[in-house]
Antibody
Framework: EVQLVESGGGLVQPGGSLRLSCAAS????????MNWVRQAPGKGLEWVSY????????YYADSVKGRFTISRDNAKNSLYLQMNSLRAEDTAVYYC?????????WGQGTLVTVSS | EIVMTQSPATLSVSPGERATLSCRAS??????LAWYQQKPGQAPRLLIY???TRATGIPARFSGSGSGTEFTLTISSLQSEDFAVYYC????????FGQGTKVEIK
């Protein structure tokens, strides 16, 4: 069974940092492109970042470029999102999602709240 | 950025009735269009990709159509478990989502 489990969310002050993790199981993680997608409370979905299966190709939404860093460790079946210089508008549930273009599996999400 | 616009914002439908949801792209996305269902407190669930291909395990009552800038998701006979928010998403360029259509019980 495919499972994606996010962790690392929490309350952080504006300007602070947080590192999200996504533990993958039930499939060959190293063969799949991965993404982070977020959803602000009561709002729609926003694609945040993409990473290729090898990690050699990475893309970011303009809203997070220069502040967030996506990475992966295929040996540990894990996906990461390092978030720096956090702003109130980054408050959202962050989902990791498998596969490019139209993700077929999503984690349950981890809530990041940026507030003083 | 390609802007996706969904209509209506809310659709009130009785169980067993047909629901038709629309999605419009600000420029052509060819057939690079997906639909998701999201229930409260849950992650999105992929329903349709390639504008009309059902994802694995998705019931046949869900169908998608369209290409270019105009797309439609049809639920032929609404079941109780289908009341949710539906999002369209284009992946022709950097992926963007519509704002969602809430399907509620009439």
């Amino acid at each position: 069974e495919v499972q994606l489990v996010e962790s690392g969310g929490g309350l952080v002050q504006p300007g602070g940092s947080l590192r999200l993790s996504c533990a993958a199981s039930g499939f060959t993680f190293s063969s799949y492109e991965m993404n982070w997608v977020r959803q602000a409370p009561g709002k729609g979905l926003e694609w945040v970042s993409y990473i290729s299966s090898s990690g050699s190709t990475i893309y970011y939404a303009d809203s997070v470029k220069g502040r967030f860093t996506i990475s992966r460790d295929n040996a540990k079946n894990s996906l990461y999102l390092q978030m720096n210089s956090l702003r109130a508008e980054d408050t959202a549930v962050y989902y990791c999602a498998r596969d490019a273009y139209h993700p077929d599996y999503w984690g349950q999400g981890t809530l990041v709240t940026v507030s003083s | 950025e390609i802007v996706m616009t969904q209509s209506p914002a809310t659709l009130s439908v009785s169980p067993g009735e047909r629901a038709t949801l629309s999605c419009r792209a600000s420029q052509s996305v060819s057939s690079n269009l997906a639909w998701y269902q999201q229930k409260p407190g849950q992650a999105p669930r992929l329903l349709i990709y390639g504008a009309s291909t059902r994802a694995t395990g998705i019931p046949a009552r869900f169908s998608g159509s369209g290409s270019g800038t105009e797309f439609t998701l049809t639920i032929s006979s609404l079941q109780s478990e289908d009341f949710a928010v539906y999002y369209c998403q284009q992946y022709n360029n950097w992926p963007t989502f519509g704002q969602g259509t809430k399907v509620e019980i009439k």
